[in-house]
């Protein structure tokens, strides 16, 4: 559970840059996160490149992919970047259902290598990924942190409140998207890559949606604009997202599928109470000091 909630700590980290920070609404998480894993068990199974360069070469080309996004969108704003964002993770799942020769189709691709797999037990295999996961979920806390306090996510900040009156200080502000969007498809595709090194398996189901709407509310919950709250917000999730598991498991008489709905509504129900309480989130968003 808590390396799910690395997972989901790393897309909302990715997600609180461009929104939090810019005010570009990104609602192709889940796009983002699913080339990452595919670009690194290509890289992995297919070439037999070790898992480091597997991981490395998602961040890339993810960034790359995120460029491309930011400059095909650089003129669209609000509900019309988060439809086309929306729909370049629909094409990523597509592609990856149908070009058979590439991705084998909705069969997936398996026996992705994980870290000392086979050579360990599973409980020690899952605390060993727990700390690799941790530690990039530290590094790119440090990294968002270091672009939040410095002239980078002042501008950034700038753009968010105002676009033109950024403009008019001077401020290339379709460079700065750019920059920002790139730094966050990167860190999608590291959390993509991971998830896939950790499941050992990856296909086009495993990447519905839903998941976007998770890494969304996580941050939501935790608090758009700090990067802490992005943190906390994904453990809150996870604990949600688990401890109605539990709770459902009292109720007589439901077939699976009104658990499940009970789960959904319980989720839903506890994020509203959250946000009732702190509409800012748990750790509302303070601008630091130049």
């Keep these: 559970m808590l390396t799910f909630a690395g997972f989901y700590g790393l897309m909302a980290l990715g997600l609180n840059l461009v ?14 996160f699913a080339f990452g894993a595919y670009v690194s068990a290509l890289a992995t199974v297919n070439m037999g490149a070790p898992i480091p360069a597997g991981v490395a070469a998602a961040s890339a080309l993810t960034a790359g992919a995120g460029v491309v996004m930011a400059l095909t969108t650089r003129n669209l704003r609000g509900d019309y970047l988060a439809i086309v964002t929306l729909g370049f993770s629909e094409v990523v799942r597509l592609v990856a259902s149908n070009e058979i020769w590439l991705t084998k189709g909705t069969d997936g691709i398996s026996g992705i290598p994980g870290p000392w797999r086979g050579r360990v037990t599973p409980e020690t295999f899952n605390l060993i990924y727990l700390a690799i996961v941790a530690v990039f979920v530290v590094a790119a806390f440090w990294l968002l942190e270091r672009v939040r306090h410095s ?18 200080a001077g401020k290339p502000v379709v460079a700065f998207k750019v920059q920002a969007f790139a730094v966050s ?56 997202m688990e401890s109605t598991r539990f709770a459902t498991g009292w109720l007589p008489g439901l077939r699976p599928v009104q658990v499940a709905a009970v789960r959904e509504f319980l989720i839903g129900a506890s994020l ?15 601008i630091p000091r130049a």
């Design 19 to 32: 929104w939090g920070m810019a005010g570009m609404i990104n609602l192709g998480l889940v796009g983002f």
């Design 151 to 168: 002239p980078f996510g002042r501008v950034l900040r700038a753009i968010r409140d105002d676009e033109q009156i950024a403009a008019v």
């Design 185 to 240: 498809a990167g860190i999608l595709g590291t959390a993509g890559a991971l998830y896939g090194h950790y499941i050992s398996y990856v296909a086009p189901d495993s990447f519905a949606p839903l998941i976007t709407i998770y890494a969304v509310l996580a941050l939501t919950a935790g608090g758009t604009g700090d990067n802490r709250g992005a943190v906390v917000g994904a453990l809150l999730l996870v604990f949600f």
């Design 272 to 286: 509203v109470v959250v946000l009732r309480w702190r509409p800012g989130g748990l750790i509302p968003e303070r």
